[in-house]
């Protein structure tokens, strides 16, 4: 071994290092083969140059606490040529019995082979198939004649079905069953619809409500059925006055001028003047509002002046 000294090291210290990285090493490995303290353990590297757990020893972790059996493994580390101390502690009897040696060739146990289901998965994906078919005959079947009130109860199992996805602006906690559950479990408590026409009302104006919504969004709005079912149940009756000052703010001035232009109003300057003659002229017709064609008509031709139906008196918004 060639030694230098380091002329800029702490003093009182061994301040010697040596550039012969080789004679280093195999100094230490003479270390280790003649001067490792009594009890203590070599530990050879491994695969990766990590130290391998010698047999018949397990490593020591942090959150282990220390025992008298416990020995000192020490471990040439090929990166930092330091002698690396690593806590080692014997195996119990039992536990020889059952450890594995590292990169050994013990057998591993073999799970016993899984038991052939009655059906597979290609026999399920038939009968399911084939269960479909049997349902929609027998829909066909009844298509004429079907009781109004079981039809109602049938939509409601589908819309509760598992490949039916509902989004509402006001979603149940996590964990609580939907309005479409609840539903369900009222009328088919034992798996049998209960012919009650109350109950049945009650469940699917419920679950109808729950659903249907008119609000403006991507992920929970219903959109156009939603307006079409406000025609149906004559939802324009529940409509306020929408002709007030903070709702005809949201109007752009075009926007405005259509509307006062739609209600046959004479052009104004500027869109406050446009709003204040429009709420004026809405608060005189109480007696309700002007005659329009039918929504068929509308959408069919693309004319639908969705505007006018706003701001006029118990208009439905579509």
């Given at each position: 071994?060639?030694?230098?000294?380091?002329?800029?090291?702490?003093?009182g210290k061994d301040n010697r290092f040596t550039e012969d990285g080789s004679a280093y090493a195999a100094a230490q490995?003479?270390?280790?083969?003649?001067?490792?303290?009594?009890?203590?353990?070599?530990?050879?590297?491994?695969?990766?140059?990590?130290?391998?757990?010698?047999?018949?020893?397990?490593?020591?972790?942090?959150?282990?606490?220390?025992?008298?059996?416990?020995?000192?493994?020490?471990?040439?580390?090929?990166?930092?040529?330091?002698?690396?101390?690593?806590?080692?502690?014997?195996?119990?009897?039992?536990?020889?019995?059952?450890?594995?040696?590292?990169?050994?060739?013990?057998?591993?146990?073999?799970?016993?082979?899984?038991?052939?289901?009655?059906?597979?998965?290609?026999?399920?994906?038939?009968?399911?198939?084939?269960?479909?078919?049997?349902?929609?005959?027998?829909?066909?079947?009844?298509?004429?004649?079907?009781?109004?009130?079981?039809?109602?109860?049938?939509?409601?199992?589908?819309?509760?079905?598992?490949?039916?996805?509902?989004?509402?602006?006001?979603?149940?906690?996590?964990?609580?069953?939907?309005?479409?559950?609840?539903?369900?479990?009222?009328?088919?408590?034992?798996?049998?619809?209960?012919?009650?026409?109350?109950?049945?009302?009650?469940?699917?104006?419920?679950?109808?409500?729950?659903?249907?919504?008119?609000?403006?969004?991507?992920?929970?709005?219903?959109?156009?059925?939603?307006?079409?079912?406000?025609?149906?149940?004559?939802?324009?009756?529940?409509?306020?006055?929408?002709?007030?000052?903070?709702?005809?703010?949201?109007?752009?001035?075009?926007?405005?001028?259509?509307?006062?232009?739609?209600?046959?109003?004479?052009?104004?300057?500027?869109?406050?003047?446009?709003?204040?003659?429009?709420?004026?002229?809405?608060?005189?017709?109480?007696?309700?509002?002007?005659?329009?064609?039918?929504?068929?008509?509308?959408?069919?031709?693309?004319k639908l002046n969705w505007p006018l139906w706003c701001v006029m008196l118990k208009g439905w918004p579509l």
């Amino acid at each position: 071994m060639v030694w230098a000294e380091d002329l800029f090291g702490e003093g009182g210290k061994d301040n010697r290092f040596t550039e012969d990285g080789s004679a280093y090493a195999a100094a230490q490995e003479q270390w280790l083969a003649e001067c490792v303290p009594e009890g203590g353990v070599k530990m050879e590297a491994g695969e990766y140059g990590q130290a391998a757990t010698p047999d018949g020893y397990k490593r020591v972790t942090n959150w282990m606490a220390a025992e008298e059996t416990d020995v000192m493994g020490y471990f040439l580390n090929p990166n930092t040529l330091k002698i690396d101390e690593i806590p080692l502690r014997p195996l119990g009897t039992e536990e020889q019995g059952t450890a594995a040696a590292p990169r050994s060739l013990a057998p591993t146990s073999v799970a016993a082979p899984k038991e052939r289901a009655a059906i597979s998965g290609t026999g399920l994906a038939m009968l399911g198939q084939i269960r479909t078919q049997a349902l929609h005959a027998a829909l066909d079947a009844v298509v004429e004649d079907v009781d109004p009130w079981d039809l109602v109860a049938a939509l409601l199992l589908a819309l509760g079905g598992k490949n039916v996805s509902v989004r509402t602006p006001e979603r149940e906690p996590y964990g609580q069953m939907s309005r479409q559950e609840t539903a369900l479990a009222a009328l088919f408590p034992e798996g049998v619809l209960i012919r009650d026409p109350a109950l049945l009302r009650q469940e699917a104006v419920a679950v109808l409500k729950n659903v249907a919504n008119c609000t403006i969004s991507q992920h929970s709005g219903s959109g156009l059925t939603a307006q079409i079912m406000g025609l149906l149940f004559d939802a324009d009756a529940q409509m306020p006055n929408m002709a007030f000052d903070d709702f005809l703010k949201c109007f752009s001035k075009p926007g405005i001028m259509e509307a006062g232009k739609a209600l046959k109003l004479l052009p104004r300057n500027t869109g406050k003047e446009m709003r204040n003659a429009i709420m004026a002229h809405v608060g005189l017709m109480v007696g309700g509002c002007p005659s329009r064609p039918g929504l068929g008509l509308l959408l069919r031709t693309g004319k639908l002046n969705w505007p006018l139906w706003c701001v006029m008196l118990k208009g439905w918004p579509l």
